[in-house]
């Protein structure tokens, strides 16, 4: 039989409707395991309706802003925002740490968790993903704080409603993953 390119497309396409069908399941399995640990964001929904939000990243240019400002407004800090010097002034109500993720392992990750439970004052709002909660509760990390997790996989699209319970859009950085939490806030 001669290989032809009509071939080869149909091919590949068949094995990527294969593999996407095969991860859909891997994540829905994952998704049943968990939900009980995503279903604790009800209480979460519209929370903070009518509020505005600042997220707070962690670029090297924010070292040359003023942040006290925010000092009593709402804000959800990401990543290492916590060794900002301004952080115990502004006290973000919430911080989102992204999934783990290579090249970093889970010792690093444990590691990093652990430094930032120093920072973090008691009742501190925790969002960490799902994927994650083993190393959270193996070294029993985040005991003085509240945690939520959240499950963010899949397709990279936004749909109207953004629901913490289930599946979140895969968004490739945790300051648009931080943005939804905000739309999930109100």
Not at 97 to 118: R, T
Request: with cysteine; charged share 20%; proline share 5%.
């Amino acid at each position: 039989v001669r290989y032809t390119p009509i071939i080869g497309v149909l091919a590949e396409s068949l094995y990527r409707s294969i593999f996407n069908l095969w991860r859909s399941r891997k994540n829905l399995v994952f998704y049943i395991k968990n939900k009980r640990y995503l279903s604790r964001n009800i209480e979460l929904k519209n929370s903070e309706r009518g509020e505005g939000l600042f997220v707070l990243a962690c670029g090297p240019s924010i070292n040359q802003q003023n942040l006290k400002p925010l000092k009593d407004e709402l804000c959800i800090s990401v990543n290492n925002f916590f060794v900002h010097p301004d952080f115990n002034i502004i006290k973000p109500k919430y911080h989102i740490f992204p999934g783990s993720h290579s090249p970093l392992s889970d010792d690093q990750y444990v590691s990093w968790f652990q430094e930032a439970e120093k920072y973090f004052p008691k009742d501190q709002i925790v969002f960490v993903s799902v994927t994650d909660k083993y190393m959270v509760d193996n070294n029993k990390l985040f005991s003085n704080q509240k945690v939520y997790y959240y499950y963010s996989v899949g397709e990279k699209q936004i749909r109207d409603v953004v629901d913490m319970t289930k599946n979140m859009p895969a968004i490739d950085g945790i300051v648009q993953t931080a943005m939804l939490v905000g739309f999930y806030l109100g």
